[in-house]
């Protein structure tokens, strides 16, 4: 069965600080991985995906995460934030296919302060 | 592109009565579509996967009955919550994924439903 782990609730921080949210998934096979961001009593928006390829990917807003097979992960960084990235990100996994199921993280609340 | 809506965004009620919400695929053809429930703080948690002209998958502990799922067409897909009770109240959110996608879901922009 897969499972998406994001160990931090809540990450606050500085304005133009560089910032790293942790996902770490587990599954027996392939995935595809995705961020998503809400805000505030709005839906999900997707940030970046890797479904195969180059690790690196690069998102919207300046995101970018890697996609680490050994170390089951895919933690989303940002060189430099802005207080409109203030939102919740949630790291999702998926088997594949239109029909197919995301299995979501418990989300993480980036707070960014000035 | 890949838009989806939702609606109403916000919906007040008084218990007893039902509660109908409607998901849009607005450019695209969506043969799947996922109805979610979030509460306060919390993730998402998938409630169905409705496939167009078939009958809906629910999640294992989320009542049939008790939340109605149609999807008649490749654009619609409707939410009904039957007997509203306070405990009904929450934010439901739905998504839709394209024919040949990869998983990857297109979100509405939610629904507050309070049950009063």
């Known amino acids: 069965a897969q499972s998406v782990t994001q160990l931090d609730s809540q990450v606050p921080v500085f304005e133009e600080a560089p910032v790293e949210l942790r996902c770490n998934y587990s599954s027996s096979v392939s995935v595809y991985l995705f961020w998503y961001v809400q805000y505030p009593n709005q839906g999900l928006q997707l940030l970046l995906k890797y479904l195969s390829g180059s690790t690196l990917v690069k998102g919207i807003n300046g995101f970018e995460a890697e996609f680490n097979k050994s170390q089951t992960s895919f933690h989303l960084r940002k060189p430099s934030v802005h207080i409109s990235d203030t939102a919740e990100y949630f790291c999702?996994?998926?088997?594949?296919?239109?029909?197919?199921?995301?299995?979501f993280g418990t989300g993480t609340l980036l707070a960014v302060q000035p | 592109g890949a838009v989806v809506s939702q609606h109403p965004s916000r919906v007040i009620c008084k218990s007893g009565t039902s509660v109908k919400i409607e998901c849009r695929s607005l450019d695209f053809q969506a043969t799947t579509m996922f109805w979610y429930r979030q509460f306060p703080k919390k993730s998402l948690m998938l409630m169905a996967t409705?496939?167009?002209?078939?009958?809906?998958?629910?999640e294992q502990g989320v009542e049939k009955d008790k939340f109605l799922i149609n999807h008649a067409s490749l654009t619609l897909s409707t939410l009904t919550v039957t007997s509203a009770h306070p405990e009904d109240s929450s934010f439901y959110i739905c998504?839709?994924?394209?024919?040949?996608?990869?998983?990857?879901?297109?979100f509405g922009p939610g629904t507050r439903l309070t049950v009063l």
């Open positions: 409705s496939n167009e002209g078939s009958k809906a998958t629910y």
């Open positions: 998504s839709a994924s394209i024919p040949s996608g990869s998983s990857e879901q297109f």
């Open positions: 999702a996994v998926s088997h594949g296919g239109a029909t197919n199921k995301l299995i």
